[in-house]
Nanobody, 118 residues
């Protein structure tokens, strides 16, 4: 069993910053490889925002490059998403996903709401 808990979502003004956290716990956490942040806005499909491998390689969707930074603490099995220069179009529910090596299984959190509005 794997449990994923996201936190850090909030209402923030345009131009503001937030830091999301994703904590993974359970019996197979030592097998977690990739960790990623996804988001889903109302009426839209869920999209990948940022991905980080166990070795620290990262990948970002173009719309957040230069504004968001993904990081992780392997000892704590925790991933972070530092978001700066937030825009109204960043408003969405942000989900954390943890994957086993070779993507043989994926585990999702329940999400945390980020709202960017004045």
């Amino acid at each position: 069993q794997v449990e994923i808990v996201e936190s850090g979502g909030d209402l923030v003004q345009p131009g503001g910053s937030l830091r999301l956290s994703c904590v993974v716990s359970g019996s197979i956490v030592s097998s977690i490889y990739d960790m990623g942040w996804y988001r889903q806005a109302p009426g839209k499909q869920r999209e990948l925002v940022a991905l980080i491998t166990k070795t620290g390689s990262t990948n970002y969707v173009d719309s957040v490059k230069g504004r968001f930074t993904i990081s992780r603490d392997n000892a704590k099995v925790t991933a972070y998403l530092q978001m700066t220069s937030l825009k109204p179009e960043d408003t969405a529910v942000y989900y954390c996903r943890a994957s086993l090596r070779n993507n043989i299984a994926h585990y999702w959190g329940r999400g945390t709401q980020v709202t960017v509005s004045s």
